[in-house]
C-alpha cells in the first residue's frame, strides 16, 4: 500500500447526514421566527461547522447575539456527554495489521477545518506522517484540509458537493464508489 493511515470525513463521505443537518438547522431557525431555508440553500452551507451554517444562512456576522443563541439552544448533547470531553475531527485509521476507528467533531480550543492542524495532531499522536496519509472528503473543505497538511486527497462524488469542486480544491483522485477507494491503496 502507498499509504499507511486513511482519514476519513464523517457527514457525506461515511454517513449521509445532509438531510438530517438540513432539518436540524431549519427546526432551529423556526424556533427562533427565522423562515426555513430550502435543502439547495443549506447542503452549500453545510461542512464548516454548525456556526458557520446559522450565521450564513441568516446573514449575520458569525459571533452575533442570535448565532451564539441558535449554537448555544440547538446543539446539545446526551446526558452525561460534556461538549469539553469530545475530541475534535473524524477519523477511521486503517494502519496495516491493525485498525482502529476515532470519530471526532468539533473541539473548543481547536480550529476548524480547512486548517490541517486537528488533523496533523491526530496522524502525529498515532505515529505517522503526512506523507502516509490518504484523505478522504466530500466537500471543498475537506481538499483544503488534506492539501494544507501535506496529504494525498481523494475527493467522492457521492457526498455534500460534486466533483467539479472537488477538482477546483486540489483533490488528487476522485471516486464514485466507495470500491474505488481500494485501487488508491
Known amino acids: 500500500s502507498k499509504f499507511d493511515f486513511v482519514y476519513f ?20 431557525f423556526q424556533t427562533y421566527g427565522h423562515p426555513p431555508r430550502t435543502f439547495e440553500q443549506l447542503r452549500f452551507l453545510i461542512g464548516q461547522g454548525v456556526r458557520r451554517i446559522y450565521s450564513d444562512a441568516l446573514s449575520l456576522p458569525i459571533n452575533d ?18 461538549p469539553a470531553s469530545l475530541p475534535s ?20 480550543g481547536c ?23 490518504m484523505y478522504v472528503g466530500d466537500t471543498k473543505v475537506d481538499m483544503q484540509t488534506g492539501k494544507q497538511a501535506g496529504f494525498y486527497t481523494v475527493g467522492v462524488t457521492w457526498g455534500f458537493r460534486d466533483e467539479v469542486e472537488l477538482r477546483a480544491n486540489g483533490a488528487d483522485a476522485i471516486i464514485h464508489t466507495p470500491a474505488e477507494l481500494l485501487s488508491l491503496l
Do not use: M, W
Request: aromatic share 2%; proline share 11%; hydrophobic share 40%.
Open 65 to 82: 447575539p442570535q448565532v451564539d443563541a441558535l449554537v448555544t439552544e440547538h446543539s446539545t448533547f446526551p446526558p452525561g456527554v460534556a
Open 9 to 28: 470525513d464523517l457527514d457525506g463521505t461515511l454517513a449521509d447526514t445532509l438531510q438530517d443537518l438540513a432539518n436540524a438547522a431549519n427546526h432551529a
Open 111 to 133: 480550529p476548524l477545518k480547512p486548517d490541517p492542524a486537528a488533523g496533523l495532531e491526530e496522524v502525529a499522536r498515532l505515529g505517522y506522517i503526512p506523507k502516509q496519509v
Open 89 to 108: 475531527t473524524s477519523t477511521i485509521a486503517t494502519p496495516p495489521a491493525r485498525h482502529c476507528l476515532i470519530v471526532r467533531g468539533g473541539r473548543e
